[in-house]
């Protein structure tokens, strides 16, 4: 089915024939005018005039121009321009008068032109009246030029009347409920002209017309998809008196209801609807000349009673249902788009109508509104079958088959994202693309206009208003809406609003919240930006508030930091922070890091710090810089222990383990000591990020093995407040098991990480085999070069995570694993890669002997390597200041605490360890201890 944009197929505008010299508004004329069709322009005779600056000007001529020569009370004018400010009558009418001079100055700045040759606001019976003429106001020469084009005098030509159309209507204006009924009616009296143009030479203006309202939209084609699910859940003509299709713009009502139809084989008499419908007379000549077209002709035309004269409306409905009657042959009479109609007569008219309608004939139609309250009476009676805008919505089925219809995208990925992101709305499937096309908060250019002229359009005023300043909110309630709008009838609002089907979904879990339709939501935050017709940043400040007194903090974080709030920010940021950290939800985590401005917590260092602690673990590289930069700046206790802590990650980016080692030693110190001063919460997190952090230092260090306790002992104290945290040191633990011989543990505890690292946000859909302990336990279970190659090419999203987190330790292990797996599919050249890339980082650690040993253990060494063979002597080569730096290297020191203690330059230490490593025949610290243990068993 298409998603046709206008619920049915509709003329395109043909181009104009370019004339000889485009008409003008106002040729001749002196004083200034106005465009509307089109941007809003204004002009004199000397050329283009600036539009108002001053907002309330601008709105005050918006509104003039919508209703030109008609008065305006100073009430009306006043609620418009301030709506809910109460103030004393006097006062409202002195701050418009001097606004309503504003805009005089600006049409006339040299109070010079008559008012019967400009444009012109002149006092009328104590309001105001903007004076327009077809020479100073576009929009009336049009709707002139059309009259006489269409009455068919022959006065005029519908090229004049089309020859001024610039653009839409009202382009540019604030969107408002008279706006979007000035422009459909004009655009309705353009198609006219445009359907006129094509009336051959000779035939009747009047019946080509009436022929366009009478037909029915496209039910098969390109571009649209046969409903074989919901026909086949929609009874035969004969089962139902009345088939109602109720949904908002673009379900598709209109070419449903035509497959419907055609699918049953009987007359059809099909009525398109518009505003000029609403009107008894009109309405029932429309009917009576669709049955006529459907071969029941009523006799006469409009029925007329015994005396020759015209029936009363009121007696038209039954009459003609007598006539139906008389046939006594099947009968679908279609009423599309009943929604245009609201005069209550008609209505009643219409209940009368279908009350007295013959078996034989079924009322069909299609509405944006629910069912009228009269009709109602059949569904609940069973006459009636009631489709609803979720049996319209399009399944997966039926999004693939428009989809590859229209060759824009046939992967499976593409179906599915475009079916999540249209939510099955037909018109949106039909306009969307995949994402790399248009982001997830961009909407089509296409569908932001249908979006504006077709759903916003149609709805009430106030329910607009409504609409436009609870758009921004994710989720909502009753009592936020009312707290967020400060009004007291979004209940009220929210019933209509689901009432008619309107892109409102009811949250599954919580009863009570909603949001829009996601591509509602982004197009009517992109026009309240744009547009300037909300506060959104107060708006989110209110949210922010009311979400965080009712516990909902989450919620409110996101809020305060849209709307600034940094109050809020400060009170609620840390807990969040830390309570998303423990439960694994890194990405949001993440996302707030991002988002969070330093300075609104640069007031409240406990929750600062844990925005750094934070940061120093989940961030990128850019994120991580800024929050310690800005703890740098800000000093103090807290702070202390939390550069420390940042300082030890930095070391263990960068290869320098045994660094890390004594920073984390320092960190586990001062965090268990300092409670009272950090927090139970931040306190809990140092303690256990350092423990995580400390497994992996100690791995590097290449002086820690797979039985060793620490291992079991940083899981018990990480499990009871970070249970992911103990998830990432099974993953040490398990390569530590790996290297060491110990295939089966290392599978066991590679399970163990792979389902804590499931329960994390950023890795839900993760397999065992993405990470780099798992792709090591199954590449050892099989000798499949295709099974290897897989395996390794499924790393590859591995390294570019940690690259992008600035793990240079991390990306080491996981390119020598790719090497190794890449060596044993066969494929040399991917393997030469990673292993080049592998060994330029290896290069650059200072102190990772655990990295060099991992490279020579997946390079095929069978043996786990040892100190080398000692030789008697050899440690009296050794001076007595090596004797003693050899000494402290064991204690696990860095270079610089050596030559701390020993009250020497860190590069002396160098020195001396590199004599040390010389004389020894090693090549690491790790290397130098093992040698100096065998040497003591000779």
């Known amino acids: 089915m298409g998603a046709d944009t206008g619920e049915r197929e509709t003329a395109e505008a043909e181009p104009d024939p370019a004339p000889a010299r485009r008409p003008t508004v106002g040729d001749g004329a002196r004083g200034t005018r106005a465009r509307v069709l089109g941007p809003l322009a204004l002009e004199n005779e ?121 653009g839409e209507p009202y382009t540019g204006f604030t969107m408002r409920r008279e706006v979007q009924t000035q422009r459909r009616r004009l655009d309705a009296l353009r198609r006219r002209l445009l359907e006129a143009r094509r009336v051959l030479p000779g035939a009747d203006l009047e019946r080509q017309l009436l022929r366009a309202k009478l037909q029915q939209p496209r039910s098969e084609g390109p571009g649209i998809v046969t409903r074989r699910r919901l026909l086949a859940a929609t009874p035969d003509a004969s089962g139902v008196d009345v088939l109602a299709v109720s949904a908002p713009a673009g379900y598709g009502k209109s070419t449903f209801v035509a497959q419907w139809v055609r699918s049953q084989g009987i007359p059809v008499a099909w009525v398109n609807l ?47 249902a007598s006539v139906i009657g008389e046939v006594d042959s099947p009968l679908v ?127 009430p005023t106030d329910v607009a208003t409504f609409v436009l300043g609870t758009a921004h909110l994710d989720r909502f309630s009753r009592p936020l809406c009312d707290a967020v709008m400060k009004r007291r009838d979004a209940g009220e609002i929210l019933a209509w609003l689901r009432r008619h089907e309107w892109f409102v979904v009811e949250d599954a879990i919580e009863p009570g919240w909603y949001r829009y339709h996601g591509l509602i939501a982004a197009e009517l935050r992109r026009h309240a930006r744009t547009g300037g017709a909300v506060d959104r940043q107060a708006l989110d400040r209110r949210a922010a508030r009311w979400l965080s007194t009712h516990g909902r903090g989450r919620d409110a974080l996101d809020h305060a930091v849209r709307g600034r709030d940094r109050e809020t920010v400060a009170a609620i940021a840390g807990d969040l922070l830390v309570a998303a950290a423990q439960r694994g939800e890194f990405l949001v985590a993440r996302s ?59 070391s263990l980016r960068e290869g320098r383990s045994t660094e890390a080692v004594a920073s984390l030693d320092r960190v586990l110190r001062d965090a268990r000591s300092s409670v009272d001063v950090l927090g139970p919460d931040l306190s809990g997190l140092l303690v256990s990020s350092a423990l995580s952090n400390q497994v992996l230092a100690r791995l590097l260090q290449d002086t820690l093995r797979h039985d060793d306790e620490l291992f079991a002992r940083a899981v018990t104290l990480s499990r009871p407040t970070a249970p992911q945290i103990a998830g990432w040191i099974h993953s040490y633990w398990a390569l530590a098991a790996y290297i060491d011989g110990d295939v089966e543990m290392a599978a066991s505890l590679a399970a163990e990480f792979h389902a804590g690292r499931r329960a994390l946000d950023a890795w839900a859909d993760a397999t065992f085999e993405s990470s780099v302990i798992g792709a090591l336990i ?77 490279r020579e253990h997946l390079s095929g060494a069978t043996r786990t390597p040892s100190a080398p063979t000692p030789v008697p002597g050899v440690l009296d080569t050794l001076t007595d200041r090596e004797r003693t730096v050899l000494g402290l290297l064991a204690t696990d020191r860095s270079l610089g605490q050596i030559a701390t203690a020993l009250h020497i330059s860190p590069h002396t230490v160098r020195s001396h360890t590199a004599a040390i490593y010389r004389k020894l025949g090693v090549h690491s610290r790790h290397e130098a201890i093992l040698a100096v243990r065998a040497f003591d068993d000779l």
Request: proline content about 6%; charged content about 25%.
């Open 333 to 459: 009479l279609v009423l599309d788009d009943l929604h245009r109609l609201g005069h209550p007569t008609l209505i009643a008219q219409l209940d009368g109508f279908v009350a007295a309608l013959p078996a034989s004939a079924t009322l069909a139609y299609t509405s944006r509104r629910a069912l009228p309250p009269r009709l109602g009476r059949f569904a609940v009676a069973g006459r009636a079958r009631v489709v609803t805008a979720a049996e319209l919505r399009f399944d997966l089925a039926e999004v693939a088959e428009l989809l590859e219809a229209s060759g824009t995208c046939t992967t499976d990925d593409d179906i599915r994202q475009v079916h999540e992101r249209s939510e099955g709305w037909p018109v949106a499937v039909r306009l969307s693309r995949p994402a790399e096309d248009h982001p997830a908060d961009q909407v089509p250019t296409a569908l932001a206009r249908y979006i504006v002229d077709e759903v916003v359009a149609d709805l």
């Open 778 to 854: 199954v590449s050892s279970r099989t000798a499949d070069p295709a099974t290897h190659r897989r395996l390794a090419a499924g790393l590859e999203p591995e390294v570019r995570w940690m690259e992008a987190q600035g793990w240079a330790t991390q990306v080491a292990v996981a390119r020598l694993v790719a090497a190794c797996l890449y060596r044993r599919a066969g494929a040399s050249v991917e393997a030469a890669v990673h292993a080049g890339r592998a060994d330029v980082l290896l290069r650059t650690f200072e102190d990772a002997p655990f990295l060099h040993r991992l």
């Open 274 to 320: 518009d505003e000029d419908d609403d009107d008894p007379s009109r309405f029932w000549s429309s009917v009576v000349h669709a049955l006529a077209a459907a071969g029941i002709p009523i006799p006469g035309g409009v029925p007329r009673d015994e005396r020759g004269s015209d029936l009363p409306p009121a007696r038209l409905p039954s009459v003609i």
């Open 592 to 650: 707030w890091l991002e988002r969070l401005d330093h300075e609104d917590l640069a007031h409240v260092p406990g929750t600062h710090a844990v925005a750094v602690v934070l940061a120093a673990v989940l961030a990128d590289q850019s994120t991580r810089l800024r929050w310690v930069r800005s703890h740098r700046r800000a000093g103090g206790a807290v702070e202390d222990v939390v550069a420390t802590f940042a300082r030890a990650l930095d």
């Open 46 to 166: 000397r050329g283009p005039l600036r539009l108002p600056s001053d907002g309330r000007v601008r709105a005050l001529l918006e509104h003039l121009l919508l209703r030109p020569n008609e008065t305006h009370s100073v009430t009306a004018l006043s609620e418009h321009l301030w709506p809910g400010q109460t103030v004393d009558v006097g006062v409202a009418a002195g701050r418009l008068q001097t606004t309503v001079s504003r805009l005089r100055r600006l049409l006339d700045p040299q109070h010079q032109v008559a008012a019967a040759t400009s444009l012109t606001v002149v006092t009328d019976r104590g309001g105001y009246r903007l004076h327009a003429t077809p020479d100073t106001l576009d929009r009336l020469a049009f709707e002139a030029a059309a009259a006489a084009a269409l009455d068919g005098s022959g006065r005029g030509q519908p090229a004049q009347a089309l020859a001024l159309w610039q």
